[in-house]
């Protein structure tokens, strides 16, 4: 059996270790928690600090991103506060010696030992550095394509497209007339349609845009599945790589889904997962072919 887990499970996995960590980096103020034992309230004689803020929004990452953030320490504090209270109460009912308790203890040990391990070898490894140095190798790989800007008239039949070619030529103003006979969507602006590149756009349209050579010059009505189009050339240029800070958060997530994968599959190496219940096992085989499968097709 292959030791990899499904692309999509891991990329679940890494949105909520992630939804924590930033959650807990808006609570933080994006500082590392160095006044963790700061006291922020008492229960009795029980503290509440920086760091079980901290951890409880980890926690409670879905629900506080659905909260404004200048509430959110004081509802996290309200939960610890009911946490203090409700487990002190467990203890004296003798909730803490029981074996599912235990079980219950081994988990959540070993899900904050992950989300740590998580937080220093994994999302650790994805820097500013590393991030610049994949754009940078993007930006050598990176190759021009020829770019148009143009806009279009779109009318339902030839004849209509016909007269109003006739009028273009007769020097009406194309913008205009977009805006009055055009039932394209985009017609309220003129029938601008900004920048586009080579197979964008459906073939009869594209071959007409291009073949125009100078900015102004106005097509002969087109045909396509959507209509009669009229189009009029804007500009013509090369297309540029995206500026870093533009592309600087996915590529941020790329290494980190990388750097993830890389991880856990060194992990696993070797490591040997047997599963009793056969449906179960069938279905993780299925998802573990999907995945073999979809790695191939990169």
Request: proline content about 3%; overall charge negative.
């Amino acid at each position: 059996m292959r030791n990899s887990s499904v692309r999509l499970m891991r990329a679940v996995s890494v949105a909520m270790l992630m939804a924590g960590a930033s959650i807990a980096g808006v609570l933080a103020q994006g500082e590392a928690i160095s006044n963790a034992n700061a006291v922020v309230a008492t229960v009795g004689n029980e503290p509440i600090t920086e760091a079980d803020l901290a951890f409880a929004a980890e926690d409670m990452a879905q629900d506080l991103s659905q909260m404004p953030p200048e509430e959110r320490r004081a509802f996290l504090v309200r939960i610890l506060i009911d946490m203090k209270v409700m487990s002190a109460a467990a203890r004296e009912a003798g909730m803490d010696q029981t074996e599912i308790f235990a079980q219950r203890q081994k988990y959540l040990e070993e899900r904050a030992l992950r989300r740590a391990y998580f937080n220093e070898a994994i999302a650790g490894a994805v820097t500013e550095e590393a991030a610049r140095a994949e754009y940078d190798a993007f930006v050598q790989q990176f190759e021009a394509e020829d770019e148009v800007r143009a806009s279009h008239i779109l009318v339902a039949d030839e004849a209509k497209a016909n007269e109003l070619k006739a009028e273009i030529d007769g020097g009406a103003d194309f913008a205009e007339l977009a805006k009055a006979n055009s039932i394209d969507p985009g017609a309220a602006n003129g029938g601008d349609l900004g920048f586009f590149g080579r197979g964008m756009m459906v073939q009869p349209f594209e071959q007409a845009a291009f073949a125009l050579a100078n900015p102004g010059d106005v097509s002969a009505p087109v045909q396509s599945q959507f209509g009669w189009h009229i189009i009029k050339l804007a500009e013509k240029r090369q297309s540029a790589p995206p500026t870093f800070e533009q592309v600087a958060a996915q590529i941020q997530n790329q290494l980190l889904m990388r750097s993830f994968t890389e991880k856990v599959d060194q992990l696993m190496s070797g490591v040997e997962i047997n599963i009793e219940d056969a449906d179960l096992k069938a279905k993780f085989d299925a998802q573990e072919a999907a995945e073999a499968e979809a790695a191939a097709a990169e």
